[in-house]
């Protein structure tokens, strides 16, 4: 796949997409934003690919929607075009899991882009933010609802409201992010955790993903009723015999996705 703004490599059943606009620390305009839409579709069909790695530079994993590109639109402008929003929404349609390695910036629309990813691992330089207050606006595509269900509202009000930005450390203790690595490391940690992912059963890593993402959509009651069913259905594949048999004879289990 050749694109223009980011760069899809595949290698051993994981699929790394890097935004790759340095000359605007990656800021999502138009054409990147349809690319990566078109790019998480295919490696979604694409029966090789096991695991997705969104990330971008050491020095942004991207700096929020392209300003530049916003600055002199109209409200029907973007009303009617569903402007930026339309191709985000392509991630949340991902049913493969998909991990953010985020180094450097995610603000605005980077950050959300990171948090509509299934978890975050980021890099020691990272920073987070939701800045748009700065511009007269408010975030567009989640940085006002996935934060706050992230690290709750005191933090996301404080974000949201006075722009500030959360470094790696309280990221971390805030429960934003899973793991934060060395930057020099930050590949290799997410690899290594994409590379677990792709070993198991794609069909439980899957109902994981609806399971989770069900915790943050409605109540406990829902959520654990959800859960049991898809434990129960799971009994119905040939990954939960070869699990179970391979623990029980002290072996690696050889997951078929079936
Ligand atoms: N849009 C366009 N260009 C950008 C953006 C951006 N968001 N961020 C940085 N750039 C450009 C700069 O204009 C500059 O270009 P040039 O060299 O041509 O002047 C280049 O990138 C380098 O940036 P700086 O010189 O500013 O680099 P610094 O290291 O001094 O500062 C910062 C880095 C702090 C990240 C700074 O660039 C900054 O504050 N950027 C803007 C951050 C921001 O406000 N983000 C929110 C944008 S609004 C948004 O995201 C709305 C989301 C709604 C949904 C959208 C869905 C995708």
């Known amino acids: 796949m050749a694109f223009e703004t980011i ?18 620390l990656n800021a999502l305009n138009g054409v990147l934003l349809g690319e990566l839409s078109a790019a998480l579709q295919a490696l979604d069909a694409d029966p090789e690919v096991r695991c997705i790695i969104l990330t971008g530079s050491d020095k942004a994993f991207a700096a929020g929607a392209d300003i530049r590109e916003m600055a002199e639109k109209t409200y029907a402008d973007v009303y009617l075009t569903d402007l930026f929003t339309n191709d985000t929404d392509a991630i949340g349609r991902v049913r493969k899991p998909i991990i953010a390695a985020v180094a450097g910036y995610a603000l605005g629309g980077g950050c959300e882009l990171a948090m509509a990813c299934d978890f975050i691992i ?3 330089t990272a920073k987070f933010g939701q800045p748009e207050i700065n511009l007269g606006v408010v975030a567009g595509i989640g940085g006002t609802q996935r934060l706050t269900r992230a690290v709750g509202k005191a933090k996301a009000m404080d974000m949201n409201l006075t722009g500030r930005f959360m470094d790696a450390a309280e990221a971390e203790r805030s429960g934003l992010v899973s793991r934060v690595v060395p930057a020099a490391d930050l590949m290799t940690e997410a690899r290594g955790a994409a590379r677990k992912i792709a070993a198991k ?14 915790a943050q959509e409605t109540s406990l009651r829902e959520g654990l009723l959800f859960e049991r069913r ?16 391979a623990f029980l004879a002290k072996r690696e289990p050889q997951f078929r996705d079936r």
Not at 231 to 237: D, I, N, R, V
């Open 7 to 24: 760069i899809v490599e595949t290698e051993d059943h994981i699929a790394t997409v890097r935004l790759n606009r340095p000359e605007a």
């Open 122 to 124: 980021c890099a020691d």
């Open 201 to 214: 059963s794609a069909i439980a890593a899957r109902t994981v993903k609806e399971c989770v993402n069900r």
């Open 230 to 245: 898809a434990f129960h259905a799971l009994f119905a594949t040939e990954d939960q015999k070869e699990g179970m048999a």
